[in-house]
């Protein structure tokens, strides 16, 4: 088996592929894969790549290599990946559900409790020199304990976010998704509501969808004004699902308190707005980046490669292939 690695991962992850028999590995170095031209070609003799979220694995990659019988995507999203146009040709597709859960709430909650308190904007103060005495009005920010957090999307890692809320910090969990989970209603009071009421009650919002046709552009300039002026955004899920220009707009007016962003529109760039706006939070798409998880996920991504190479069922499919 010919494997393209597009860009570097954790090293044990990478020997476990270089150890088996019969995998002929090549890794591409940090910037090659995002050269689409070096990409194509790297992938023109390939049965298998592991593939990263910068990646787009569509169908005029898929025609160039006509050997792929797998892209295992290092992510659990694969909106990078042209699921209709792997399936019509018999391609699997993979990715890594599950064990990036707890990083990426952990991340959530960081950037909540960091956009609410105002974290990023009071290091900057303290380390421009400007702080001369403690004093009642400095830095003030909202509370986070008891208040109420809207999720969008309860699965597996809205879930994890409801736990460290409610369990952590005595929220009030609001959900809206299209499943019922009784199962959070019962353990954590968990409320299944519609998206107006959603926005409309709580305190923050945190986003935990996967970035499809219905979902792009879901938080836009009128779901914004549905908001408290006092509420908090955040979103670790992926960029397009948020109006970039209206959230600038709504946080430079007022129209909600902050927000906390791992994921941008345009990945890498950044709304110009945004960086100049001290209650935005900005973080380099780092949810999962955590060593222990980060090796995980390259793990389960080797795992589904390694399954097809001995003929074994991959243990985490999106797309079940035919070749
Ligand atoms: C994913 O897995 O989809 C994240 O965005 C990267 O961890």
């Not at 003030?140 to 994890?160: D, K, M, N, W, Y």
């Not at 369990?167 to 969990?173: D, V, Y």
């Not at 998880?293 to 985490?316: C, F, K, Q, S």
Request: net charge negative; aromatic share 4%.
């Amino acid at each position: 088996m010919k494997l393209l690695v597009t860009r570097p991962i954790p090293e044990p992850a990478e020997a476990r592929v270089r150890a088996e028999p019969g995998v002929e590995a090549t890794v591409l170095e940090e910037d090659a894969a995002l050269d689409r031209a070096v990409l194509l070609h790297a992938a023109s003799g390939a049965d298998a790549i592991l593939a990263l979220l910068t990646e787009r694995m569509n169908a005029e990659l898929f025609d160039r290599s006509p050997n792929l019988r797998m892209v295992a995507n290092m992510a659990v999203g694969f909106d990078n990946v042209d699921i209709d146009a792997a399936a019509a040709r018999g391609i699997w597709v993979t990715n890594t559900p599950g064990v990036l859960d707890g990083a990426t709430a952990d991340l959530a909650m960081a950037l909540l409790l960091a956009a609410a308190r105002r974290l990023p904007e009071a290091e900057r103060f303290l380390r421009a020199g400007r702080y001369r005495r403690w004093g009642p009005l400095l830095l003030c920010g909202q509370e986070v304990h008891g208040r109420t957090l809207g999720i969008l999307g309860l699965g597996r890692i809205g879930e994890a976010v409801a736990r460290r809320a409610r369990l952590g910090f005595s929220m009030e969990i609001l959900y809206w998704d299209d499943r019922g989970r009784p199962d959070l209603e019962q353990e954590l009071g968990a409320r299944r509501t519609d998206l107006d009421t959603l926005l409309g009650a709580a305190d923050f919002v945190s986003i935990h969808l996967p970035l499809t046709e219905s979902t792009a552009g879901l938080i836009d300039a009128d779901r914004l004004a549905q908001m408290k002026s006092t509420a908090v955004l955040v979103n670790t899920a992926r960029g397009p699902l948020v109006d970039e220009a209206a959230l600038a707009a709504a946080l430079r007016s007022g129209g909600i308190w902050a927000a906390g962003l791992d994921v941008f529109e345009r990945e890498p760039e950044v709304h110009p707005d945004l960086p100049g706006l001290d209650n935005a939070v900005l973080l380099p798409h780092i949810a999962s980046a955590s060593i222990p998880t980060r090796l995980a996920m390259a793990d389960l991504a080797v795992d589904n490669i390694l399954a097809l190479h001995r003929g074994e069922a991959p243990p985490t499919p999106v797309v079940r292939g035919t070749r």
